[in-house]
């Protein structure tokens, strides 16, 4: 399984940006998405994920009401929909897979997920 996200660039306080995270390769069908981030000297953190049917999503509290994650299941490609962003977002981001085993998992741990993108720096300015 491949993933790669993509669509991260510089914004100003206020605007929005989508995220994308295109799965190639080997598939895992069915399995659910996450969103991370990491900002520079801090630990990455869970920003929210999304089971594969759509119909669940989960956020950390922070990105609640901005953030929106949805799927498009034909194209095996997840979004994060970033709007309101503040520079607290500067951040790369990393969207990431479990493994077939778990493919349901949709929370916070990063230990629980098997397959990540390469990440995609949001930088949002004040």
């Known amino acids: 399984v491949q993933l790669q996200a993509y669509g991260g660039g510089l914004v100003q306080t206020g605007g929005s940006l989508r995220l994308a995270c295109a799965a190639s390769?080997?598939?895992?069908?069915?399995?659910?998405r996450a969103w991370f981030r990491q900002a520079p000297g801090k630990e990455r953190e869970f920003v929210g994920s999304?089971?594969?049917?759509?119909?669940?999503?989960y956020y950390e509290d922070s990105v609640k009401g901005r953030f929106t994650i949805s799927t498009d299941n034909a194209k095996n490609t997840v979004y994060l929909q970033m709007n309101n962003l503040k520079p607290e977002d500067t951040a790369v981001y990393y969207c990431a897979a479990p493994p077939r085993v778990n493919s349901y998992y949709t929370g916070a741990l990063k230990a629980h997920y098997a397959y990540w993108g390469q990440g995609t720096l949001v930088t949002v300015s004040s």
């Open positions: 390769g080997r598939t895992v069908s069915g399995a659910s």
């Open positions: 999304v089971a594969w049917s759509g119909a669940s999503t």
